[in-house]
């Protein structure tokens, strides 16, 4: 256990629904991650969330959409993904800027994706 | 583009040995490196930082930094089969801080 948690672990969905992934984290740190993990593929950078402000966005499609509401829980809103959307879904979290632990990122177990 | 290199194996040394796992980063200014472990279905598990050029020993695992080779290399003493798994190289960069992870080394150790 990591500290970091997700829901749901797995999820099967169609084209054309919505779903939301939710993480949380109970390790007092102040930045989060999404990232997608695809096979062959490595680790892809989605959102970056410092104090509940988005920092970064790596050119996600808009039909993923992310949701801070504050440095202890984050959401990835789904909607109208494609088959080459399925893939693991990670969240991690990491202490603010000027620690020593600075970027030490903490995964949670993840969410195993599938767009049918 | 910021680059993170690795071997993606497979590496198969036999149970007691030393495994060698290398890693290259093409962002000089490159300041904090990190191992990740992950096993097959599960996350990322770190299991190693470094920050400064040389070697830090943790247990069985020694991270090594060469940053005027742009070079981090993790070596597992004693391998175990419990340590087969992927590793994954970690580097930060970008204005953030951000990592960048290469495609991951797959190890497997033989009793």
């Known amino acids: 256990e990591t500290g970091v948690t997700q829901t749901p672990r797995h999820l099967v969905m169609g084209m054309t629904n919505k779903k939301s992934l939710k993480c949380e984290q109970h390790?007092?740190?102040?930045?989060m991650y999404w990232y997608k993990q695809s096979a062959k593929k490595p680790l892809e950078l989605m959102f970056v969330?410092?104090?509940?402000?988005?920092?970064e966005n790596n050119s996600v499609p808009s039909r993923f959409s992310p949701e801070c509401p504050n440095s202890s829980h984050l959401f990835l809103h789904l909607h109208t993904l494609q088959p080459e959307d399925s893939a693991l879904y990670l969240c991690?979290?990491?202490?603010?800027?000027?620690?020593?632990?600075?970027?030490?990122?903490?995964f949670g177990p993840g969410t195993r994706l599938t767009v049918l | 583009q910021k680059e993170v290199e690795q071997n993606s194996g497979p590496l198969s040394v036999p149970e007691g040995a030393i495994a060698s796992l290398n890693c290259t980063y093409s962002?000089?200014?490159?300041?904090?490196f990190f191992w990740y472990r992950q096993y097959s279905g599960k996350s990322p598990e770190l299991i190693m930082s470094?920050?400064?050029?040389g070697d830090k020993e943790d247990g069985r695992f020694t991270a090594q930094l060469n940053k005027a080779s742009q070079y981090v290399s993790l070596l597992i003493r004693d391998s175990q089969p419990s340590d087969s798994a992927t590793y994954l190289c970690?580097?930060?960069?970008?204005?953030?801080?951000?990592?960048?992870f290469g495609k991951g080394t797959k190890l497997s150790v033989k009793p």
């Open positions: 991690a979290s990491s202490q603010a800027k000027g620690t020593s632990r600075y970027n030490e990122q903490f």
């Open positions: 470094i920050y400064s050029n």
């Open positions: 970690a580097v930060r960069g970008g204005s953030q801080g951000n990592l960048i």
């Open positions: 969330y410092n104090f509940k402000e988005q920092t």
């Open positions: 962002d000089r200014v490159s300041q904090s």
């Open positions: 390790l007092g740190h102040n930045a």
